[in-house]
């Protein structure tokens, strides 16, 4: 691990690559407020290492150009790095399940704007 302050993301990133190598993710910003969780934009990273940390993450967030105060990141596939256009069109179904169902963010690895992981807990009705 790197001197500077590790975050949930970190650990999750660099525990990530060394069970499966290589691999795409699909990242999601959102805005979450006390009682709703909403999708703002979304893109698709390879990830060829473990060397990314959070602070790089964020420096990527700020070109987003919107106002968010989480992130959602899911594996693009099982097999690990995905070409573009299937990580393009992946993402684009995610981004619509995401908008009718919001609780699919707890299939993902869930960090608020410090990388620290978070959880959706179900609200009682």
């Known amino acids: 691990m790197s ?3 590790d975050t949930d993301f970190d650990d999750w990133l660099t ?3 060394a069970a499966v190598g290589p691999f795409t993710m699909l990242v999601v910003l959102l805005d979450i407020t006390e009682r709703t969780v909403e999708p703002l934009r979304a893109a698709h990273l390879h990830v060829m290492g473990d060397e990314t940390r959070w602070p ?3 420096a990527l967030f700020a070109g987003a ?3 968010w105060s989480g992130a959602v990141f899911y594996r693009a596939g099982r ?4 070409e573009d256009r299937v990580a393009r069109e992946r993402l684009a179904a995610l981004t619509r399940k995401l908008h009718e169902d919001r609780s699919l ?3 993902g690895e869930f960090f608020n704007r410090d990388g620290l992981r978070l959880r959706i807990e ?3 009705h």
Do not use: I
């Open 65 to 67: 150009g919107v106002p």
């Open 56 to 58: 790089e993450m964020l």
């Open 122 to 124: 179900p609200r009682d």
């Open 79 to 82: 097999e690990g790095l995905v």
């Open 105 to 107: 963010v707890g299939e």
């Open 3 to 5: 001197a500077a302050r």
């Open 15 to 17: 525990a990530t690559f």
